[in-house]
């Protein structure tokens, strides 16, 4: 196809611009940028051993040739970089990896052509905003938005269909190999109807002919081979844009059959999508989903694209007060061309496993199903006294399995948190180290984790936030949910408002009645900071609530010395989070030792072992077995028994003297944190952290800790109960 560049002055943006935006030259600032975007980790040389760390520090001479070379590519519209090598990896949970399915291809292409389409990139991108190309329903590969706003416009609208008791049809869409099935000259033809002509056209019609790849398996590189004139280059950064450009008009309101314009929403997320039809009876929105597979059905045939009607593919869902899966035999049959569709109980949309109920139990299942697995590759070689530390451990938990968790997590786990008690129990026991189950809060407060439903509200209320400050139709949505409150996701209004009544004091008392669109904008930017604070807040007021369960089995009795109020007053998780006990070069058995003197849920204290064997303490009294003179316990170790001795006894006693023998509590809990503004201090006036949450000075709390975790290991050296023991 021949394009010839046309700069006549009605191609000029309406909204003013002096020079189309997408025929400017090219500037060095515009190079640096593009630059600056390009990763360097986990990158290899592409095949003209040109490295991204090399890029990063290219003289002002070496920018300028790049300047001179990208303008005359623009100008002439022919694409240089067009050889890539492909390598493949193997996907995961196949059957067989006998067939080319079972691999993953990896296209490793030019870093110099990769900074020229981040340029064009920007460019088509600021085009399509201003012309309005890309629809709203899209949620694929733009800026700000995710999979979670996806699934949340979604289910918003199934869980409103339900909550009116009427019948609606989800229609999950998949195409078949989408990326690599689009046509290149409908996609040009396509362009060129949306504005994008001249220079910009004759360069993306050369990017995307004539291509050339190298296929390597192991350490064997195959033969130059030449694409056809189908699918967009994998592994290129313009390749999604121009693939939602492609698909920008399918679906769209204003392109739908009248018939079912009314009754039809649509979802995107690049190649995935997904349509609700609803109605008052099951005849009537399955008459009107027929209609709507047959004109996507005919929209693939005019662009050459195929909708994978396989199961787990193409599916679709009943959601209805009277009809459901078990009902399906009976039900008529929906085609779209000459494929009958499957009606499904439940099916997966970017990872949510979605039921007929809406209740999530599958999913969530398969998540705690997927975390034990995760989690036992993580400590599978870890014991008490040898393997990763306590610090490492809860690193890895948060990166890998909670991250697995919490995906997603605003729009199933509100009703499912229940499900993993028992899991974050028990991981939660295994990276302390401890032997029995110590009380869940403290085992929560010592490796610095806050329980599960405030990591959930913390997420929840970071999205709806970020949601209201965007004020796009996701933000529409939010404020229909808000006005009714047996919707399920009413629960997330309540959460974002009490969070900035948090941030904002200064607002009335009338606050909690005032709907969320009558707020100023600004009240919706968040900061981590004081996400953080907040959900330090709430976790403090959490324990305060079950102070009682915190103190149950205290080996050092404080319900005996101190009332709850003042036991109260040492509540405070924020250092836990912001200064944790454990660090990373410490070793395992020094960790699991500090954790068992502050639990006190172990054997090599008697007090503990007689509550455990339920002896009768009156008459048996649980001596020492250091001293044999005195009860044992974690304190009487530490500071009373006279056969373990520690240099650092005298210091941690000066320390915490004040506090009689509720010695970590200090280490633990901090005090005055949130009582003293953006610094906060210690008791004797020095500097914890500042605004930023950085240590200014050295305190007494850090330490309280040194001398804290010397003299334990002291203790435990000199010791003749043997860890050996305990098992």
């Not at 399915?101 to 990769?114: D, E, H, M, T, V």
Request: glycine share 4%.
């Amino acid at each position: 196809m021949d394009f010839h560049i046309d700069d006549e002055p009605g191609d000029i943006l309406e909204a003013g611009l002096e020079v189309d935006i997408i025929k400017e030259i090219i500037t060095i600032d515009e190079i640096v940028w593009s630059i600056s975007k390009q990763k360097c980790t986990n990158k290899s040389k592409d095949g003209t051993n040109i490295h991204p760390k090399m890029l990063k520090h290219l003289p002002n001479h070496a920018l300028k040739l790049l300047c001179h070379i990208y303008n005359t590519v623009l100008n002439s519209g022919n694409w240089e970089w067009k050889e890539s090598f492909i390598t493949f990896i193997k996907k995961s949970d196949k059957p067989s990896y006998m067939c080319p399915g079972a691999y993953r291809p990896l296209a490793i292409s030019p870093y110099l052509g990769k900074i020229l389409e981040r340029i064009l990139d920007k460019r088509l991108r600021l085009f399509c905003g201003l012309e309005n190309i890309i629809d709203e329903s899209q949620e694929g590969f733009l800026p700000d938005k995710n999979t979670t706003r996806y699934l949340y416009k979604m289910l918003s609208c199934l869980h409103e269909i339900k909550r009116r008791k009427m019948t609606a049809l989800l229609l999950l869409i998949d195409f078949e190999k989408a990326f690599d099935s689009v046509s290149v000259p409908c996609l040009i033809a396509k362009l060129y109807h949306l504005g994008i002509k001249g220079k910009m056209l004759r360069l993306l019609n050369s990017f995307l002919s004539d291509r050339y790849v190298y296929l390597r398996v192991n350490t064997f590189t195959g033969r130059k081979r030449r694409c056809l004139l189908i699918g967009v280059p994998q592994g290129s950064v313009l390749s999604p844009l121009l693939f939602i450009i492609f698909i920008s008009d399918l679906l769209r309101t204003c392109n739908l059959p009248t018939t079912v314009t009314g009754c039809t929403q649509c979802f995107k997320f690049a190649d995935d999508g997904s349509v609700t039809v609803v109605g008052d009876s099951f005849p009537e929105v399955q008459e009107k989903m027929q209609i709507l597979c047959e004109y996507i059905a005919d929209w693939c045939k005019k662009w050459r694209l195929i909708v994978n009607c396989s199961r787990n593919k193409t599916e679709i869902i009943i959601v209805s007060p009277k009809h459901g899966y078990k009902d399906a035999e009976d039900l008529p049959k929906i085609k779209m061309g000459n494929t009958v569709l499957e009606y499904v109980e439940k099916s997966k949309v970017l990872g949510i496993i979605i039921d007929e109920t809406l209740s999530f139990a599958h999913h969530a299942r398969s998540v705690l199903k997927s975390c034990w697995h995760e989690w036992y590759k993580v400590s599978d070689k870890t014991s008490r006294k040898r393997g990763l530390n306590t610090s490492s451990l809860s690193i890895l938990f948060k990166t890998v399995v909670l991250s697995k968790l919490l995906y997603a997590s605003p729009v199933w786990l509100s009703n499912n948190i229940d499900v993993f008690k028992d899991f974050m129990s028990k991981a939660l026991l295994r990276i302390t180290g401890a032997q029995f189950h110590p009380t869940k809060y403290l085992k929560e407060i010592l490796v610095g984790i806050p329980p599960l439903k405030l990591l959930h509200e913390q997420i929840v209320i970071k999205f709806i936030l970020k949601c209201l400050f965007q004020g796009d139709n996701v933000a529409g949505r939010i404020f229909q949910v808000e006005c009714t409150p047996q919707h399920p996701f009413n629960s997330h209004i309540r959460l974002t408002k009490e969070f900035i009544y948090f941030t904002n004091n200064e607002l009335n008392s009338r606050f909690s009645r005032t709907s969320l669109i009558e707020f100023d904008r600004e009240l919706f930017v968040y900061h981590k900071d004081k996400i953080l604070e907040y959900t330090c807040k709430k976790w403090d007021d959490l324990l305060k609530e079950n102070i009682s369960s915190v103190c149950k089995d205290d080996p050092y009795n404080l319900n005996q010395l101190h009332s709850d109020e003042h036991l109260q007053g040492y509540i405070n998780t924020w250092n836990s989070l912001k200064n944790p006990l454990f660090k990373r070069h410490e070793s395992r058995i020094d960790n699991t030792n500090l954790a068992d003197f502050l639990h006190g849920h172990s054997l090599r204290f008697q007090d503990f072992t007689y509550s455990f064997l339920k002896v009768n303490k009156n008459r048996h009294a649980p001596l020492c077995l250091e001293c044999t003179a005195n009860p044992d316990s974690p304190h009487h170790q530490l500071f009373e028994c006279p056969n373990l001795q520690s240099e650092y006894r005298d210091r941690l006693t000066a320390s915490v003297g004040n506090l009689e023998t509720n010695f970590h509590l200090p280490i633990i809990f901090h005090t005055d944190i949130y009582n003293n503004g953006p610094n906060v201090t210690m008791g004797n006036g020095e500097i914890l952290f500042t605004e930023k949450g950085a240590t200014s000075y050295t305190c007494a709390l850090c330490e309280t800790r040194k001398a804290l975790k010397h003299l334990v290991k002291d203790v435990c050296r000199q010791s003749q109960f043997e860890d050996d023991l305990l098992s």
